[in-house]
T-cell receptor
Framework: GESVGLHLPTLSVQEGDNSIINCAYS??????FIWYKQESGKGPQFIID?????DKRQGQRVTVLLNKTVKHLSLQIAATQPGDSAVYFC????????????FGQGTELSVKP | GAVVSQHPSWVICKSGTSVKIECRSL??????MFWYRQFPKQSLMLMAT?????????EQGVEKDKFLINHASLTLSTLTVTSAHPEDSSFYIC?????????????FGPGTRLTVT
């Protein structure tokens, strides 16, 4: 079935480096894509989203890139900090399917001090 | 603003008993709430969509008679796991949406850890 998936299950980076977390999706009808951060034992926390008709959106230290040609989404975190260590999920929303979120596999980011 | 709470944060129950989990939107009214289940090292899996005043819509493969959902008010949805078994042990997370039919503005609760012994 249709799903959103990730290339890398784990990512380890050095503090201060930039991190890139990738996500592949298969549904061309997605309206929005969202990145969430989930710390251990907690609920997901919204990071940034991007509408399907955009290819880039920037936030504070984060940038989301969308490549619809290859159905690829990425989250870039600049100057990664220990507090960024968490699991990151991409999710897609398809409004004509009730607007529910479909979550990807997740990538665990570990930041070394 | 936009705070969603869950109660309890963790619960241990014996096999065969039922457990109720509450999801509350504290500072906004939520016409739609969603219930997810998450196993260790896995992603969130949507279980059902709960709409205030109407029956919940369950995802394929989710037993509606086992996972009872009630959305009796605009600030409260409950999930009752009936006749719980060890395989129901999981992290249950709700999200609340202030809009009419889902969308980007989903605010997640902190989750409830259920352990069935």
């Amino acid at each position: 079935g249709e799903s959103v998936g990730l290339h890398l299950p784990t990512l380890s980076v050095q503090e201060g480096d930039n991190s890139i977390i990738n996500c592949a999706y298969s549904n061309s009808a997605s309206d929005y894509f969202i990145w969430y951060k989930q710390e251990s034992g907690k609920g997901p926390q919204f990071i940034i989203d991007i509408r399907s008709n955009m290819d880039k959106r920037q936030g504070q230290r984060v940038t989301v890139l969308l490549n619809k040609t290859v159905k690829h989404l990425s989250l870039q975190i600049a100057a990664t900090q220990p507090g960024d260590s968490a699991v990151y999920f991409c999710a897609e929303i398809i409004y004509n399917q009730g607007g529910k979120l479909i979550f990807g596999q997740g990538t665990e980011l570990s930041v070394k001090p | 603003g936009a705070v969603v709470s869950q109660h309890p944060s963790w619960v241990i129950c014996k096999s065969g008993t039922s457990v109720k989990i509450e999801c509350r939107s504290l500072d906004f009214q939520a016409t739609t709430m969603f219930w997810y289940r998450q196993f260790p090292k896995q992603s969130l899996m949507l279980m059902a969509t709960s709409n205030e005043g109407s029956k919940a819509t369950y995802e394929q493969g989710v037993e509606k008679d086992k996972f009872l959902i009630n959305h009796a008010s605009l600030t409260l949805s409950t999930l009752t796991v009936t006749s719980a078994h060890p395989e129901d042990s999981s992290f249950y997370i709700c999200s609340a949406n202030p809009g009419l039919a889902g969308g980007r503005e989903q605010y997640f609760g902190p989750g409830t850890r259920l352990t069935v012994t």
